[in-house]
């Protein structure tokens, strides 16, 4: 596979419930990032991680728990989300954080939060 | 701190018609610019970029020039297509920085 690809495409989820995103990037990329995109707002920036190690975290709340196990993956775990979580959530991926070469994005995870 | 604006949408247009979606940023030092385009349903990809003044990104026929003197990087296209229908965001990374700032987007319809 190439590109970053993210799981699953679509999630509705109640809120008690526990769920988790997954990204995986193939690019050789040392940094990945989590954005959450809602309508009629701009891009909001969550986490970043470099070589594994989160390096940003733009005060996002602790029902959002990243993790980052190698530089090949990425994971949201969610919990006891509140019906405004609802959004597309992007994930993406550059050669370092650093880089002057733009991010790959993944097509998204559209969250449905009942 | 850094920003990114660019105009509002929707910008709606025939078929062939040309195009300028206009950005302007601001930053300290020489950020890169960016321009990422996002169809319906997925995520964002990169359209074009420019990393120094004077630079012009292009691609699939749009292109964007770096103006530093008037903190600029307009998009445009001589001849758009109903298939350019989408979102485009304006984005921009400060010299040195790791976050990318993106721009509200403008959705641009292309009627045939």
């Known amino acids: 596979e190439t590109g970053v690809t993210q799981t699953p495409r679509h999630l509705v989820m109640g809120m008690t419930n526990k769920k988790s995103l997954k990204c995986e990037q193939h690019?050789?990329?040392?940094?990945m990032y989590w954005y959450k995109q809602s309508a009629k707002k701009p891009l909001e920036l969550m986490f970043v991680?470099?070589?594994?190690?989160?390096?940003e975290n733009n005060s996002v709340p602790s029902r959002f728990s990243p993790e980052c196990p190698n530089s090949s993956h990425l994971f949201l775990h969610l919990h006891t989300l509140q019906p405004e979580d609802s959004a597309l959530y992007l994930c993406?991926?550059?050669?370092?954080?650093?880089?002057?070469?733009?991010?790959?994005f993944g097509s998204g995870t559209r969250l449905t939060v009942v | 701190g850094n920003s990114v604006t660019q105009m509002e949408g929707p910008v709606t247009l025939s078929e062939e018609a040309f195009l300028t979606i206009n950005c302007t940023y601001t930053?300290?030092?020489?950020?890169?610019l960016f321009w990422y385009v996002q169809y319906p349903g997925e995520g964002l990809q990169l359209l074009l970029k420019?990393?120094?003044?004077?630079d012009k990104g292009s691609n699939k026929g749009f292109e964007a020039t770096y103006r530093k003197e008037t903190t600029s990087f307009h998009l445009e296209k001589g001849s758009v297509q109903v298939s350019d229908s989408a979102v485009y965001f304006c984005a921009l990374k400060g010299a040195g920085g790791f976050k990318t700032i993106f721009g509200a987007g403008t959705r641009l319809f292309v009627k045939a």
């Open positions: 993406a991926s550059s050669q370092d954080r650093g880089t002057r070469d733009g991010y790959t």
């Open positions: 930053a300290t030092g020489y950020p890169s």
């Open positions: 690019l050789g990329h040392n940094a």
């Open positions: 991680y470099s070589l594994e190690e989160r390096v």
């Open positions: 420019a990393t120094k003044a004077d």
